[in-house]
Every structure is written in C-alpha cells, then in structure tokens.
C-alpha cells in the first residue's frame, strides 16, 4: 500500500487532552519481513505525547492491534509541537516478536502489573 500523504486531523481524547494530528509521509511495504514500514509526521497541542499515546493513535488509523507495532524513531525539535517518527507495522504479533529484538518490542507498551504476595 502506497498511502503517502495520508492526514488525520481527528483530535485524540485521553487523560491528558492532547490532540494530535497525523500524517503519513511514507508507507512501504517489505516483504522479505512481512511488515509495512511507516514514515509520519505528528502535530500536537500541549506537552509531547507519550509513546503509548502516539502507538495507540498509530493503531487508530492503520487499523491494526498495538501489539503488531514497533516504533521505531522519534525526532522533536526544542520549541516546536511537531515531532517526526517511524514506525514497523507487522502482519501478526509472532512475525513481530520473531524479527525485533525484545527490548525494541518491550518499548511503549505499558508494563506488567506485579501481584502483591
């Protein structure tokens, strides 16, 4: 799918009221991986989103689970609300967690809540 210049301007609700507006500069397919590899740029109002936040409206307008998503680079300059990333979007949750190295895959999901004993 080549959907370059893709833009969401559709405000993302959360704790924390942020809006966000995407858009896809670049959307390769590889598949020698079996992902899709996705260039964007993301405006926001208010502090910098987090990497859950910016993963979940990733997942939000592709149309796939967070757990089939690895992002991979973000940039922001100092004064600007605008930040620029990359992002490795996989056909399945196994192809992810057989092609990244687990430390990149643990990245920006929220972690496991441990039982009191």
Same mark, same amino acid.
């Given at each position: 799918?080549? +959907? $370059?210049?893709?833009? =969401?301007?559709?405000?993302?609700?959360?704790?924390?009221?942020?809006?966000?507006?995407? $858009?896809?500069?670049?959307?390769?397919?590889?598949?020698?991986?079996?992902?899709? /590899?996705?260039?964007?740029? =993301?405006?926001?109002? +208010?502090?910098?989103?987090?990497?859950?936040?910016?993963?979940?409206?990733?997942?939000?307008?592709?149309?796939?689970?967070?757990?089939?998503?690895? =992002?991979?680079?973000?940039? @922001? @300059?100092?004064?600007?609300?605008?930040?620029?990333?990359?992002?490795?979007?996989? $056909? @399945?949750? /196994?192809?992810?967690?057989?092609?990244?190295?687990?430390?990149?895959?643990?990245?920006?999901?929220?972690?496991?809540?441990? /039982?009191?004993?």
């Amino acid at each position: 799918m080549t +959907g $370059e210049g893709h833009v =969401l301007n559709n405000p993302l609700s959360n704790n924390y009221r942020i809006s966000m507006d995407f $858009e896809i500069t670049s959307d390769k397919r590889n598949e020698l991986l079996s992902r899709r /590899e996705v260039q964007f740029t =993301l405006k926001y109002d +208010g502090a910098t989103p987090s990497r859950m936040q910016i993963i979940g409206k990733l997942c939000a307008l592709l149309n796939v689970k967070e757990h089939q998503v690895t =992002l991979d680079t973000l940039h @922001s @300059s100092f004064g600007k609300t605008e930040l620029t990333g990359s992002a490795r979007v996989y $056909e @399945s949750e /196994e192809s992810r967690n057989k092609t990244e190295r687990p430390h990149l895959a643990a990245r920006g999901m929220p972690k496991p809540k441990e /039982e009191a004993a």
